[in-house]
């Protein structure tokens, strides 16, 4: 196809045209060299919740509204079959952030990671951020980071340009305080007081970093606290005032406070894409939407068992999309299995950004079966949890593990087997009745555990 021809198709049909005939490796370098010269590197705004619930969405699901995040997944790729990489907050981002097994760090082990640990995110670790900066991207990270604490880790020592937002795991909406009373909201390594709900403040920030002068493209980390505990809704400021003085992570919500939280969510998730519009950036940025493990409380489950905590669909199984305009086709519903790393695989072979070969990633490029160039294939992943979460089982061991159809659980000394095709809600226990596939994903289990990192003493 000549050049005449490929201007006059469009650069949409373009891009769609060399996405299809093009072999699209990991690092994305042939894909790149294929449309660099016709379109400039796309911009990625990454959209991180917080315990949001797979149902949480109507699209997903049917208890709350959420129309913009809703036509969001309908502009690209909705996956019925993504999970997180682990069940609860730090291990997932750090996923994300390496495109690894949590597992392959000791901060990946941190379940949750509190304010008193001396571990985090190794600033000398290559990150998605890292990576992309040196391939000329500014970086930002606006919400919350939860990997690491000041002095010796933060956004600014791992690749970020910028950051707006918390350290720790959990804050007030209205006063930005963590659960032992002390201010949590920074603008890079320097606390300051602002007044607002959280959401609101994160959203009005992300707005305005899409919306300055630029002449390189950007990569926008939007880690939304939202929906997390304190549940407090936008017009809950007086309420806010107790809850941290009892029942830290249970007290207080509704279904209707839920909603409310939701609503302000998918409010401000609808100003960020307006700004992309109005900045003329939409067509030429990749917009990944996904939460960071399975929901809470007052969570739409969907047809699933277990919460944020468990290894169960329940725990693991989160909403996510991807828009990419003129490459990923709109309204479309994929049943691939996914995890979190594949996104950071995804997002670097998109914008053709290599790895750290010292670093081997964990992830997949999703980008060959979002074009349609290779069909859905079965996956095999794996889980390791022991919660050291206040209020939960202690030191219980829990295993799981996906090959296909079958999901291999182990929570203590009770195994389960089940085939999730025909069984969502984890009901039936196969193991007995399929002995050999029980301990073929025993073994596989024990392969990947024997590469990983062991739990402290």
């Known amino acids: 196809m000549n050049k005449r021809k490929l201007q006059a198709l469009g650069r949409r049909q373009f891009v769609g045209a060399a996405v299809a005939s093009t072999a699209l490796t990991l690092g994305g370098s042939s894909f790149f060299s294929a449309v660099a010269a016709k379109r400039k590197r796309p911009n990625v705004l990454f959209i991180l919740t917080d315990d949001l619930g797979w149902g949480d969405l109507s699209i997903y699901g049917n208890t709350y509204q959420t129309p913009n995040l809703d036509l969001l997944a309908r502009e690209g790729t909705r996956f019925t079959n993504a999970y997180a990489a682990q069940t609860v907050c730090t291990p997932t981002r750090i996923s994300f952030f390496t495109g690894r097994y949590p597992a392959r760090l000791p901060v990946g082990l941190q379940e949750p990671l509190a304010g008193g640990e001396t571990v985090g995110l190794p600033p000398e670790h290559p990150t998605i951020a890292s990576l992309l900066k040196g391939n000329g991207y500014e970086t930002a990270l606006v919400g919350k980071w939860h990997t690491g604490f000041l002095p010796d880790y933060g956004p600014l020592k791992s690749g970020f340009d910028e950051f707006f937002g918390n350290y720790s795991g959990a804050i007030d909406y209205f006063t930005h305080k963590d659960g032992s009373g002390k201010l949590d909201f920074y603008e890079g390594e320097s606390a300051v007081e602002i007044p607002g709900y959280a959401t609101d403040l994160y959203t009005e920030r992300a707005v305005e970093f899409i919306k300055r002068p630029r002449n390189k493209p950007f990569y926008l980390s939007l880690h939304y606290n939202a929906p997390h505990w304190p549940w407090e809704g936008p017009e809950d400021e007086e309420l806010s005032r107790t809850f941290y003085n009892s029942n830290p992570f249970t007290a207080g919500g509704s279904k209707e406070t839920y ?145 296909g159809d079958w999901k291999y659980l182990r929570q203590g000394e009770n195994e389960y087997l089940f085939n999730l095709a025909s069984d969502e809600a984890e009901q039936t226990d196969l193991k007995d009745a399929y002995p050999k596939v029980l301990q073929q994903l025993r073994d596989r289990f024990e392969e990947w555990n024997a590469e990983v990192l062991p739990y402290p003493p």
């Open 259 to 403: 909603a409310a939280i939701l609503k302000s969510l998918d409010e401000g998730v609808g100003k960020v894409l307006q700004a992309l519009n109005e900045s003329g950036q939409a067509d030429n940025t990749i917009v990944i939407f996904v939460s960071d493990n399975g929901g809470e409380r007052y969570s739409d489950f969907g047809p699933f068992q277990g919460r944020k905590g468990n290894l169960y669909e329940g725990g693991l199984r989160v909403p996510s999309f991807i828009r990419w305009p003129g490459v990923i086709q709109p309204e479309q519903v994929n049943s691939q299995a996914i995890i979190t790393q594949d996104l950071t695989a995804t997002i670097l072979a998109a914008t053709g950004t290599k790895p750290d070969p010292n670093y081997p990633l964990d992830g997949q490029n999703l980008l060959p079966v979002l074009v349609g160039k290779k069909p859905v294939y079965p996956r095999t992943l794996f889980w390791r949890y022991k919660s050291n979460i206040t209020g939960r089982p202690s030191g219980q061991l829990q295993v799981a593990v996906r090959s």
